[in-house]
């Protein structure tokens, strides 16, 4: 058998990407998501034959499966993540962690004509679940970048892609540069606050002195 449930130091690390605020919802409709191990295909002398997992003949090291409604009211079960234990061994903590988070940005959920979550059957609370487009996708080819450079059309996406990232990380830095300014005015200010209602509970404190 070349599938088995993850262990509890991968569940944990999941557990830990879910409890950021953005997958709120997951935790609201109650969509339960389990781990599972796959591995690759040998030969004899030990070498890869085929890849755990892989997209367009390359290897990669997370897939995302949404269970069928029928499964879903028969098992504890609503999503699946596959994960390419021969790759994801290679991994970091700090990778497996924004690898899980990256994957879980496909799922969200099927509504209606009115933003309305849709039910998988009448008499069930389990919602519709259905996968989302990534933001941006680049594919080519290296010898063909090495002849056209920047007239290779994947070329130029590739250079969007990285602009928009880079514009993306000043915005963030700009950010967090104001939410640092404004928690230490709110840590100033509460400091303040704090220093004239020691003063004003002081028993020794004559309010006649309180000047206004």
């Given at each position: ?7 509890q130091?991968d569940?944990?690390?999941?557990e ?5 605020e ?5 935790r ?6 389990k781990?599972f191990?796959?591995f690759g295909k040998y ?27 029928f499964?879903?009211?028969?098992d504890?079960?609503d999503?699946?993540?596959?994960i390419?234990?021969d ?13 899980l ?31 989302k ?7 080519g080819?290296?010898c063909?970048?090495e ?19 880079s514009?993306d ?9 104001k ?10 200010f ?8 020691n ?10 002195d309180?000047?206004?």
């Amino acid at each position: 058998m070349n599938i088995e449930l993850a262990n509890q130091i991968d569940e944990k690390l999941l557990e830990n990407v879910l409890a950021d605020e953005k997958y709120e919802w997951i935790r609201s409709y109650d969509i339960h998501i389990k781990m599972f191990y796959k591995f690759g295909k040998y030969d004899k002398e030990g070498n890869l034959k085929s890849p755990a997992l892989q997209k367009m003949g390359k290897p990669i090291a997370l897939a995302l499966r949404i269970v069928s409604s029928f499964n879903r009211l028969t098992d504890d079960v609503d999503v699946k993540i596959l994960i390419n234990k021969d790759l994801w061994d290679e991994y970091s903590k700090e990778e497996k962690i924004a690898s899980l988070d990256g994957i879980l940005h496909y799922l969200e959920l099927k509504t209606d004509k009115i933003g309305e979550p849709i039910p998988i059957s009448e008499d069930n609370d389990k919602v519709q679940l259905k996968m989302k487009h990534p933001d941006f996708y680049c594919e080519g080819f290296n010898c063909l970048v090495e002849k056209y450079k920047n007239d290779y059309i994947p070329i130029q996406e590739a250079k969007s892609i990285a602009e928009l990232l880079s514009n993306d990380n000043q915005s963030y830095k700009k950010i967090e540069r104001k939410k640092k300014t404004k928690q230490k005015d709110e840590e100033d200010f509460d400091s303040e606050t704090q220093a004239e209602d020691n003063y004003l509970e002081n028993d020794d404190v004559n309010l006649d002195d309180i000047k206004i």
